[in-house]
């Protein structure tokens, strides 16, 4: 998904997105169990048609376990002068992946923020002696992350021989 290019997170963990009781991701038989609908054979748009929810749950990282909700404002015809997707706002900074996830996110902070800790020098590993949870986030360094992903992704035409 391209919000995870927001985060900076790398996709190296499993994660699916649920509206209701349908979830879709990527299906991983050996996590063992029979798993999400694979979400590479339906777009997003196709998905919020079948569904008719303007609602859903992302859960990123099994194990940590980033909880989303989104909200999908409105649905309509692309410009063809805009990249998509758009970011909309941002507040506070991104927490970095593989760090215990909310919680284990909030005890890092905490432990940033008390030199004395017992886990400062852990936090300052994971999180650099410069992290400020409540910074503004870099907009433009996000839109730049999201419009190299979309090219990335975007259909490639093919050359005539």
Not at 30 to 41: S, V
Not at 98 to 127: F, I, N, R, S, V
Request: charged content about 25%; aromatic content about 12%; hydrophobic content about 35%.
């Amino acid at each position: 998904m391209r919000w995870r290019a927001a985060f900076s997170w790398t996709d190296s963990h499993l994660w699916e997105m649920s509206f209701g009781q349908t979830g879709f991701g990527i299906p991983d038989p050996e996590y063992g169990f029979d798993g999400p609908l694979d979400a590479r054979k339906a777009t997003l748009a196709q998905v919020l048609a079948n569904t008719r929810r303007k609602t859903f749950r992302y859960l990123y990282d099994f194990g940590d376990a980033w909880e989303h909700s989104v909200k999908i404002e409105r649905v309509g015809a692309a410009s063809p002068h805009l990249t998509y997707p758009l970011i909309l706002d941002a507040v506070g900074m991104r927490p970095p992946e593989d760090c215990g996830g909310p919680w284990g996110y909030a005890e890092k902070l905490e432990a940033l923020g008390d030199p004395q800790h017992e886990y400062h020098e852990e936090a300052l590993d994971t999180l650099g002696d410069d992290h400020d949870p409540n910074a503004q986030p870099d907009i433009p360094l996000i839109e730049a992350r999201l419009e190299a992903l979309a090219k990335k992704w975007a259909p490639q035409t093919r050359r005539k021989a």
